[in-house]
């Protein structure tokens, strides 16, 4: 695994100058945005090597001379355009911000659910509650109003959940399916995502989902219309009350970026109840994002971060968790990790737990 240069190891000059572009990263952020969304970047890409003014585009565009100038030069300082003899051009960073879904996925999720929220950070983690998620809606954790989120908040959020999740998932279907089973548990179902493609996948396969009532709903929505609604069920649970068991005698226990929604005591005890949850011989899978096991410095940092929005939006108590942290939950739930499979999908490791 890789991982990013040393912060100690910068010259001095270097580091105030890192120091600085934190100073003034939320307004560089919203800069990004509006170069972005006004159309500015798109624009000085298309003028290609020769590169435009910003008379040029501001006549392109109908915007003021003045509100283009401030932002190339905003974006200049933030390397996403250079500027030479007057003429700007677009830079491979600039080029990302345009084209890159993991990075339009990332802009818009910060912008629409956890820069306003951010702001009570400080009292989140002195209360352990998510104080700044008032600023979305009256819920106790952002899973109780995900379906009553506005516009485009709501639609930010699904890009953003799927974007991670989803793309593990033609990676794991085989090693989770590798082996016949009849009965699969998918905890934290969510929207049925999963459970629809194991049930695509496998016609001898029931899957049977829990999670909260919304998640329930539209989970066995997505299954009708798929058309396997015959071989999907779902039984609502509240997952952070520990008296409630799970249903029981299934081959395979399935969890997929739950656990990281989750404090440690919680954990352990989803994992408690997933393994008397599983017939003889059954095997729990848990896809999760760990920083610590990522290929690039990038994918670290972006993991790393996630936690602060667990803390000021999600529900003030749970994070992106390391591979150790994990694995001692596993250990105290009195199951052992069998297999590991890191790189699946975008940045996700899969873990084989049995009994024992």
């Given at each position: 695994m890789t991982s990013a240069p040393k912060p100690d190891a910068m010259s001095a000059s270097d580091a105030r100058f890192a120091a600085q572009r934190l100073a003034f990263g939320p307004l560089v952020f919203h800069a990004a945005l509006a170069l972005r969304d006004l159309g500015i970047l798109e624009a000085v890409m298309n003028r290609g090597d020769t590169g435009a003014s910003a008379t040029d585009i501001a006549g392109e565009l109908r915007l003021s001379a003045y509100a283009v100038t401030?932002?190339?030069?905003?974006?200049?300082?933030?390397?996403?355009?250079?500027?030479?003899?007057?003429?700007?051009?677009?830079?491979?960073?600039?080029?990302?911000?345009?084209?890159?879904?993991?990075?339009?996925?990332?802009?818009?999720?910060?912008?629409?659910?956890?820069?306003?929220?951010?702001?009570?950070?400080?009292?989140?983690?002195?209360?352990?509650?998510?104080?700044?998620?008032?600023?979305?809606?009256?819920?106790?954790?952002?899973?109780?109003?995900?379906?009553?989120?506005?516009?485009?908040?709501?639609?930010?959020?699904f890009d953003f959940d799927h974007y991670y999740s989803s793309s593990a998932f033609p990676d794991a279907l085989p090693l989770v399916l590798g082996t016949p089973a009849r009965r699969l548990l998918d905890v934290g179902g969510n929207t049925g995502k999963w459970a629809v493609l194991c049930a695509e996948h496998d016609r001898a396969v029931e899957v049977t989902l829990i999670d909260a009532a919304p998640q329930i709903e539209q989970a066995l929505a997505r299954a009708a219309n798929a058309g396997v609604s015959g071989r999907v069920r779902g039984t609502v649970i509240d997952l952070l009350d520990h008296s409630q068991e799970f249903p029981r005698g299934f081959d395979i226990v399935w969890m997929s970026q739950l656990l990281s929604c989750f404090a440690k005591p919680d954990i352990v005890s989803i994992l408690k109840r997933s393994a008397r949850a599983l017939a003889p011989g059954g095997r729990i899978f848990v896809l999760e994002t760990f920083w610590d096991r990522q290929k690039y410095a990038g994918a670290s940092y972006n993991l790393q971060q996630t936690s602060l929005y667990f803390a000021s939006m999600a529900n003030g108590k749970s994070r992106i968790y390391d591979f150790d942290s994990v694995s001692a939950c596993v250990a105290e739930a009195g199951l052992s990790i069998q297999d590991v499979h890191d790189g699946l999908g975008v940045s996700h490791t899969l873990l084989r737990c049995c009994v024992g």
């Open positions: 401030v932002l190339l030069e905003s974006g200049l300082g933030a390397g996403l355009v250079t500027l030479e003899q007057g003429r700007y051009r677009l830079t491979k960073v600039g080029y990302f911000v345009l084209h890159d879904e993991m990075t339009r996925v990332n802009l818009n999720f910060v912008r629409d659910i956890c820069y306003h929220g951010a702001a009570a950070l400080i009292t989140s983690l002195k209360e352990q509650r998510p104080a700044g998620l008032e600023q979305l809606g009256d819920w106790g954790t952002i899973y109780e109003g995900i379906g009553a989120l506005a516009e485009p908040a709501r639609s930010s959020w």
